[in-house]
């Protein structure tokens, strides 16, 4: 059972257009929200993270867009450029309760292809 | 390089060995992950360390699996009587603090083949 369900799998964007990337969820208990992007060989790498309690963050071209009610979050990337082809992982992690601190559950990813 | 490293990046085996993986976390980091990675899918959790304890288990870490994390410092991914279906990336990664909103840090991982 995918906790985070992430679409699309795969994605192709000329330069300088929005790459959108979206992500739901059903679990009320996950309350922090990762993006994390992977180069091939390469460990996971938090890219943005947002909370619920806001509906948008915006760090340079990288805005997270949040919908608590519809439990839903999208990744956009403005301006994309070809060295943001890689592999896209948003995430989920549950509210502070014990043991279950810190566990990240993943979507299955988004293949990222920028062309020049 | 002050990052997560984990050795070895590769393995290769035949299915029924036995082997191991090691992590190194960022220095001072209390908090120690596995996580495993299939292609085409998202790494999955695997088991949890806040210094030497391990405090939660994935259904995923079948009785063949143990990993350990003593003096709180690295840890170790022991896998017997490997199976076919055990060849995955193996990711770690560590984080500070109290928080469940401290970043967690990956490692490169290690791809393992089991043939």
């Known amino acids: 059972q995918q906790q985070v369900k992430q679409s699309p799998q795969s994605l192709i964007v000329q330069k300088g257009g929005i790459s959108i990337i979206n992500c739901a969820y059903e679990?009320?208990?996950?309350?922090?929200f990762p993006w994390y992007q992977q180069f091939p060989g390469k460990g996971p790498a938090l890219l943005i993270a947002?909370?619920?309690?806001?509906s948008e963050k915006k760090e340079g071209r990288f805005t997270i867009s949040f919908n608590k009610s519809a439990k839903q979050f999208s990744l956009h990337i403005m301006d994309s450029q070809p060295g943001d082809s890689a592999t896209y992982f948003c995430?989920?992690?549950?509210?502070?309760?014990?043991?279950?601190?810190?566990?990240?559950?993943f979507g299955r990813g988004t293949q990222l292809t920028v062309w020049p | 390089d002050t990052g997560v490293s984990q050795d070895p990046r590769h393995k290769i085996t035949k299915r029924g060995q036995n082997v191991t993986f090691r992590c190194d976390p960022i220095?001072?980091?209390?908090?120690l992950y596995w996580y495993r990675q299939t292609l085409g899918q998202g790494p999955e959790f695997l088991t949890y360390?806040?210094?030497?304890?391990?405090?939660?288990k994935s259904r995923l870490l079948s009785d063949r699996f143990s990993a350990e994390r003593p003096k709180g410092s690295f840890s170790t991914l022991e896998i017997q009587r490997t199976e076919q279906g055990d060849s995955a990336m193996y990711l770690c990664?560590?984080?500070?603090?109290?928080?469940?909103?401290?970043?967690?840090?990956f490692g490169p991982g290690t791809r393992l083949t089991v043939l």
């Open positions: 990664a560590s984080s500070w603090g109290d928080s469940a909103y401290n970043e967690q840090f």
């Open positions: 679990n009320t208990a996950f309350d922090y």
């Open positions: 947002i909370r619920p309690d806001v």
């Open positions: 995430a989920a992690r549950l509210r502070d309760r014990g043991s279950t601190l810190g566990r990240l559950y």
């Open positions: 220095s001072e980091h209390n908090r």
């Open positions: 360390f806040q210094n030497e304890a391990q405090l939660e």
